[in-house]
């Protein structure tokens, strides 16, 4: 199985100041139909997860355009440009290129 | 609205069965590929089941396969999961979700499955 691997696991921000989350696979993401199915979750406390970005970059209805999304083949990155409170919660990766699809164990955003 | 609502969690002894239910509605349910997605309470979430629009296409995590059986009618606009041989490592909230290839784009708000004797 594709095991993914967040770091950091827990992220303290300033309001305003920038985030950065790191997830790597341990194989290539990379779809024999040359899309890279990789995605990223949020869920706020008491909350279903939720669709932020897909296949690498692709921002989903709604959201923010602070979120970005961005990487190949094995490393990927969320960025926050400027984090507001309603950004707090866990956010993951999940892989859908190979089966079974896998998750990250999840970074935690708190305000400092 | 378009929403997915579990129901059916529990409950249940160790070796015993549940049966979970989502229903969909706002969309056509019929022309989606649908998943079960599960989360320890305070942990991490972990895919278990993904079935495919038309019931053609079935994957299981390891973890379940064999006393996991998912299912849907789309008649009904509703999808089920059948746990069999429940362990206490399967206390979990169990969430249905929407979507393929990393386009999950709907989600329930889960439905919890406690497995204790």
């Known amino acids: 199985d594709i095991v993914m691997t967040q770091t950091p696991l827990s992220s303290p921000v300033t309001l305003g100041q920038p985030a950065s989350i790191s997830c790597r696979s341990t194989q290539s993401l990379v779809h024999s139909d040359g899309n890279t199915y990789l995605s990223w979750l949020q869920q706020r406390p008491g909350q279903p997860p939720r669709l932020l970005i897909h296949k690498i970059s692709n921002r989903f209805s709604g959201v923010p355009d602070r979120f970005s999304g961005s990487g190949a083949g094995t490393d990927f990155t969320l960025k926050i440009s400027r984090v507001e409170a309603e950004d707090v919660g866990v956010y993951y990766c999940i892989q859908a290129t190979h089966w079974p699809w896998t998750f990250g164990q999840g970074t935690k955003v708190e305000i400092k | 609205e378009v929403q997915l609502a579990e129901s059916g969690g529990g409950l249940e002894q160790p070796g015993g069965s549940l049966r979970l239910s989502c229903a969909a509605s706002g969309f056509t349910f019929s022309t989606y590929s649908m998943s079960w997605v599960r989360q320890v309470p305070g942990k991490g979430l972990e895919w278990v089941s993904y079935?495919?629009?038309?019931?053609?296409?079935?994957y299981y995590a390891d973890s379940v396969k064999g006393r996991f059986t998912i299912s849907r009618d789309n008649a009904k606009n509703s999808l089920y999961l059948q746990m069999d041989y429940l362990r206490a490592e399967d206390t979990a909230v169990y969430y249905c979700?929407?979507?393929?290839?990393?386009?999950?784009?709907?989600w329930g708000r889960g439905t919890l499955v406690t497995v204790s004797s």
């Open positions: 079935i495919s629009s038309s019931s053609s296409t079935i």
């Open positions: 979700m929407r979507g393929y290839g990393g386009y999950f784009d709907l």
